[in-house]
Every structure is written in structure tokens, then in C-alpha cells.
């Protein structure tokens, strides 16, 4: 899943990116209002974490042009405003949740996940299957077999990846695209590594084979003939 993060301040900024990404999602950071906005209505997410304090335009109005273009993705204010004024003001706008700084990441990590459960009800499972594997999204699980396998966060990432285009053709540059976020290098055998370590976790040892290698094209996830 990709969530922008509208944060100017430089610490606060990183900080947030590299949580959520080792969280596993894929994260991009925009440090002023009108990028934020720019990249919230011409882009695709799942989620934006948006301060209110920004360069440019305000995270007020960002909200407010994202909710008037008629897009409701999910909106998590994130402010060191506290008063109540504000946290109306802020959901009044459209906003789906509001939180103060300072804050603990748990809280935030469950207020982002809670938000995705919420949005996704009505348009996907909270549980991927594909022959004997099942991937819960939400509480970022993966069994086969009903035996638990332990993924890293770019792992289940690919995984999700696969489950969401089960018996689509991903090639190399799409997967750099949408689980490492940068730009293929055929040079690099980083993704080749990644979907070799993937398959010895998820498929070795199991019936059937999952991952498949289509020669000259990239991988797909299906149950072979």
C-alpha cells in the first residue's frame, strides 16, 4: 500500500518515511503544501498523512481541494495544533482522523492501519488466498498451510504485490516501481534476489509452486498447469 506524507520539517519527515516503510508500505514525502497536493490529485494512494503548518498552501487548503476534486482517500492530520477549534475545523474539511504532536509511531501506525481497514471494507479483502497461501493484510501475516512464515517488510510487500495481480506477468521495472519505489536498473539483480528469497520462504518445500519465473518478461504468481 503507498501513503504520501506532506511534512515539512526535515527530521519529522524522514522520521515518518522510513517508520512506515519499514512497516512496509511504500512511502513518498513531500515537504510543502503545494507538491502535497500536486502529487495527492495526480498520483495514486492509499493514505495521506498531512500537517497543517506547511510552505505554500496550508494543510487546511490542501484538504480542503483534495475533498473538492471529489476524491476521498483517507486523510490523517498531523499537527502540533491542539485546540479544539482546530480538530473540528480539520474534520469538518473531510479529515478522517486527527493527531497531536508529539505522538507515539504505535498509535500512529494503528490510526493509519484502522483508516486502511475502514477504506478497503468495501473494496478488498482483508485476506489475500491463492491455493494453500493466505496473506492478511491488516495484521501483515502471511500462513501456508496454516504454518506461519515470517516475511521482512519488503517481502510481504512483493508478496502483496504478487497476491493483488495473481496470474498477471510483473515485470522487473514494475516491481522496483511499486514495492522499492526507484527506478529499474538492469544492471542491479536486487529484485531477482528479493523474489528468489521470496520463493525459497513461501514456496520451497510446498505443493504447488506459486511464483513462477516467465523468461525475458518478469514473475508472476499463479498455480502452474
Do not use: C
Not at 28 to 54: C, E, F, M, P, R
Not at 60 to 86: C, H, M, S, Y
Not at 88 to 113: C, H, M, N, Q, T
Amino acid at each position: 500500500m503507498k501513503i504520501l506524507v506532506v511534512e515539512d520539517e526535515p527530521k519529522s519527515g524522514n522520521y515518518l518515511q522510513q517508520g512506515l516503510t519499514e512497516a512496509g508500505f511504500v512511502v513518498d514525502l513531500a515537504k510543502n503544501g503545494i507538491d502535497g497536493l500536486h502529487w495527492a490529485t495526480t498520483q495514486s494512494y492509499d493514505l495521506v498523512v498531512l500537517d497543517v503548518q506547511l510552505p505554500g498552501i496550508d494543510g487546511w487548503q490542501v484538504l480542503q481541494e483534495i475533498r473538492e476534486q471529489g476524491n476521498d482517500i483517507p486523510v490523517l492530520f498531523l499537527t502540533a495544533k491542539d485546540r479544539v477549534d482546530d480538530r473540528v475545523k480539520g474534520l469538518e474539511l473531510g479529515a478522517d482522523d486527527y493527531l497531536i504532536k508529539p505522538f507515539a509511531f504505535s498509535e500512529l501506525l494503528a490510526r493509519i492501519r484502522a483508516l486502511l481497514r475502514r477504506g478497503n471494507k468495501a473494496k478488498e479483502p482483508d485476506i489475500l488466498r491463492i491455493a494453500n497461501l493466505e496473506l492478511d493484510i491488516i495484521r501483515r501475516r502471511v500462513f501456508r498451510e496454516e504454518k506461519k512464515i515470517d516475511l521482512t517488510a519488503k517481502e510481504f510487500a512483493l508478496l502483496e504485490l504478487f497476491m493483488r495481480r495473481q496470474g498477471e506477468v510483473l515485470p522487473r521495472s514494475l516491481i522496483a516501481s511499486l514495492v522499492w519505489d526507484m527506478n529499474f536498473d538492469s544492471d542491479t539483480n536486487v529484485i531477482d534476489v528479493a523474489v528468489r528469497r521470496l520463493r525459497a520462504k513461501v514456496d520451497d518445500g510446498f505443493e504447488p509452486r506459486l511464483i513462477n519465473t516467465v523468461r525475458g518478461m518478469g514473475y508472476v504468481l499463479e498455480v502452474s498447469s
